[in-house]
């Protein structure tokens, strides 16, 4: 982390605040600092400083999918046919717009864009697909991938 250009220069203590803070997001700040070895001030301050400095970039619930019925999960290759920075640009402000896509990833590949897309079925994905992603700016062709069951998801 430390060889990255923008990166935040974290210490032994961060990093433990950084891991709890991923596993329970609601801890209580005694409980942190006593779980990290520090008082609670300090560990306020860091996790302050960890908000300031955009380490941190935000608190939120962690929803189960299937629960709310969006348990449906496609991932979606996008081929561009164009791909000068200001396409690049169109396109990325113009996918962020779409609430059905969770992720998307420009790769190294034969096509342009990785997106994760979450929707109730397969019909609203082929809604989504062909009236959204479809017409999003400079897009040449899509191939689908959906899951059929997800072992391992990452939580934000």
């Known amino acids: 982390m430390k060889n990255a250009i923008f ?27 006593q779980q990290v070895g520090l008082s609670k001030t300090p560990c306020q301050q860091r996790v302050r400083r ?8 935000g608190f939120a619930a962690i929803v189960d999918p299937a629960k709310v019925g969006l348990d449906h999960v496609a991932f979606a290759e996008v081929k561009l046919s ?5 396409a690049l640009k169109q396109f990325n402000a113009a996918v ?12 190294a590949s034969s ?6 897309v979450r929707t109730v079925d397969i019909r609203r994905y082929r ?30």
Do not use: N, W
């Open 7 to 33: 990166a935040v220069d974290l210490d032994d203590f961060d990093r433990k605040i950084l891991a709890i803070l991923r596993q329970d997001g609601r801890i209580t700040f005694t409980d942190l600092a």
């Open 50 to 57: 960890l908000v300031k400095k955009g380490v941190i970039t």
């Open 82 to 86: 164009d791909t000068r920075e200001a």
């Open 96 to 107: 962020r717009a779409i609430p059905e896509v969770e992720e998307c990833h420009m790769i």
């Open 111 to 116: 096509f342009d864009y990785l997106l994760k």
């Open 127 to 156: 809604i989504v697909l062909g009236e959204k992603i479809s017409s999003l700016p400079h897009v040449a062709s899509t191939s689908t991938f959906v899951a059929m069951e997800t072992i391992s998801e990452a939580t934000r």
